[in-house]
């Protein structure tokens, strides 16, 4: 049980375009999912905290408008990387909550890369 | 600010010999303590827990953690690793002044076993 996908696991693009990447819990329903950055050999950074039907909260230093987030269903979280450019290159990795418990299960990740 | 120190950035280690991998966080409140391990090119997986009851949390595979709020550490040990064992490590805690809703990372331990 807890299984958290993301679509797609790598995904090269061009800079200036935009790039959505999903983050779905398959067997479980997720109030709150969380979206990570991590940079190589280094750890995760927290960019944004999503609830199903609500705006998500971003941490400090992460662009809004940049990063947008839609959590529009007790399964589904999308970040999506608007006007991409080469700096935005990571690891991005979601993560999914139960209501009411305190143990978050992670997807496996997305590499994106912008040339 | 709440903050989580793995003081060990690599670890190796030979098969069959036991690790110890370091983690001390900062919080004078009650937290939750967390161990995730991450193979290459792969997300978090939750490796053992510490929400509350006996200080002494054990995962499947051999791998223990003791919560010891004494001296603010949750190190991570395993008393004979394989080669499987080879990934990154990163402790995590939730709770005090970052709130339950938010885990707080450590920099990461890399273990690499050897034959």
């Known amino acids: 049980g807890a299984v958290v996908s993301q679509h797609p696991s790598r995904v090269i693009c061009k800079s200036g375009t935009s790039v959505k990447i999903e983050c779905r819990s398959l067997?479980?329903?997720?109030?709150?999912m969380f979206w990570y950055r991590q940079f190589p050999k280094q750890s995760l950074m927290l960019m944004a905290t999503?609830?199903?039907?609500?705006?998500?909260?971003?941490e400090q230093g992460v662009e809004k408008d940049k990063f947008l987030i839609n959590h529009a269903s007790l399964t589904l979280s999308t970040l999506t990387v608007t006007s991409a450019h080469p700096e935005d290159s990571s690891f991005y990795i979601c993560s999914a909550r139960v209501k009411g418990t305190e143990t978050q299960y992670f997807g496996p990740g997305t590499r994106l890369l912008v040339l | 600010a709440q903050s989580v120190t793995q003081l060990d950035s690599q670890v190796p280690v030979f098969e069959e010999a036991p690790v110890e991998l370091r983690c001390n966080y900062s919080s004078s409140v009650s937290v939750y303590l967390f161990w995730y391990v991450q193979y290459p090119n792969q997300g978090l997986q939750l490796l053992l827990k510490y929400l509350s009851g006996s200080t002494l949390v054990e995962s499947i595979n051999g791998f223990e953690a003791e919560f010891n709020k004494s001296q603010t550490s949750f190190h991570l040990r395993k008393p004979s690793v394989h080669i499987s064992d080879t990934a990154e490590y990163f402790c995590?805690?939730?709770?005090?002044?970052?709130?339950?809703?938010?885990?707080?990372f450590g920099a990461g331990t890399r273990l690499a076993v050897h034959p």
């Open positions: 999503s609830n199903e039907g609500s705006k998500a909260t971003y």
């Open positions: 995590a805690v939730s709770g005090a002044s970052g709130g339950y809703n938010k885990l707080i």
């Open positions: 067997d479980f329903q997720a109030t709150t």
